[in-house]
Structures are given as C-alpha cells and as structure tokens.
C-alpha cells in the first residue's frame, strides 16, 4: 500500500518570505500523481499544486512551486513571498495510476504553516 | 457554480442513531468518494464509487453504507452511530481519471 509522509507537523514562516514543506512517499508504481491541498480555518479542501510523475518538469502556480525528486520519492512545496492568507494546513496526496483503476487519494497527515506578520 | 455539495455542515447524534450524510456534484463528474479526517491524521478514504451503479471499499468502511443513487449523488449512511465515528466528513468528485478531486466543505459530525 502506498504511503504518504509529512514529517513537519507545524511550520512559520514570515511574511514575504519563502518556505518550503515536505513530502515524501512509497510506492512500487511508475506512473502516479501528487498533489499539494490547502486547508484554510474554514475547512475547505483546495488544490494547491498537482505534479504528473511522468513529467520531468517541476509544476509551478505563480508563487506556488514543487520540487519532484522521483527517484527519492520526494515531493516538496514551496511557496515564495508567503501571505497572511496562506496560514492553513497543507496536506500531501499520492495517486496511483488510473490505468489500474486506483482513483484513491492517500493523504499525509498534514503541516500546520503560521504566517509572522 | 456549487461544485460540490454536501448536507447538513454539522449535526449531533446520540450513539445508536442512523443518519444518511448527502452528497451532490453539478459538474458531470463520474467518480465520487467520501473521506473522513480525524485530528492529527489526513483525510481516509471511506467508500468511492468509480462510476453511476458502482462502490467500492476504501481505507475506513466499517459501520458504513453509501449509494450511488445516480451520476449526481453519493450518499453515506451511519446504520449505528457510534462515538468512534466523530469526525468531519468530506465528499469529493472527479471526471476523467486524470483529473484532480474536488471537495465539498465538509461536515462536522459529533456522536454523543
């Protein structure tokens, strides 16, 4: 079975700084997907960031980016010029490959990121 | 656009009652899935439905049931609530099977 590590339960960062979370995972599969999801106070689950493991290329979302390291199963967030509204929970997620009909999402057990003013 | 809706957002139970959680998706997604997160742990994934007509275990199923009741409904169903089952629930939709999920906001589910 697959599993997802986040070994940051919390972190802080100040303001317009730069952070950056960490993931890592196992797997036996070549081809899968990993998100990064956001958790504001508010309880919503919003996608952050997703990487294609088939994709040499680290994703990027204005001043959200990942470093994917495949072989290490490493799969971190960082996130430039950190806003007050980036404070929530960050959860990592694996996905297996929809070629086998794995859909599911397996979570990490999440970081809580407090943003200093 | 509602994407993701579930019904209610909080409810208390008392321990030994049945209640139905409902889930609509408006986007003509086929999968749907509902996950519980306890604190300190991620989301776990209870039951998934891969298509209209189709469920399937996940990580969490017992003292669960859920209906595919058609492409646009998920329901989950507590038979006998118990206090192990506190916990917030989300449901969450996906269209082709490259497509990232997409969540409702969730409910806050207390067994007294």
């Known amino acids: 079975a697959q599993t997802v590590t986040q070994s940051q339960p919390e972190m802080s960062v100040q303001e317009a700084e730069t952070v950056t979370l960490s993931c890592t995972y196992d797997t036996s599969e070549s081809d899968y997907y990993l998100f990064w999801y956001k958790q504001p106070p508010s309880r919503q689950m919003i996608l952050v960031i997703r990487q294609e493991a088939y994709k040499q290329q680290n994703a990027t979302e204005n001043r959200f980016s990942v470093n994917f390291q495949k072989a290490a199963k490493s799969f971190s967030l960082k996130i430039s010029d950190s806003q007050l509204g980036d404070a929530a929970m960050y959860f990592c997620a694996y996905r297996g490959s929809p070629n086998f009909g794995n859909e599911k999402l397996t979570f990490g057990t999440g970081t809580r990121l407090t943003i200093i003013p | 656009n509602a994407g993701v809706t579930q019904t209610p957002k909080f409810q208390v139970l008392k321990t030994g009652q049945s209640m139905t959680l409902q889930c609509a998706q408006d986007m003509n997604h086929n999968s749907m899935y509902w996950y519980r997160q306890d604190p300190g742990m991620g989301l776990r994934l209870i039951y998934y439905s891969a298509s209209e007509g189709t469920t399937d275990k996940g990580e969490v199923p017992n003292g669960y049931n859920v209906s595919r009741l058609n492409k646009r409904e998920f329901s989950l169903r507590l038979e006998s609530a118990a206090p192990s089952q506190t916990s917030v629930y989300f449901c969450?939709?996906?269209?082709?099977?490259?497509?990232?999920?997409?969540f409702g906001d969730g409910t806050r589910l207390s067994i007294l």
């Open positions: 969450a939709s996906s269209g082709t099977q490259r497509q990232p999920q997409h």
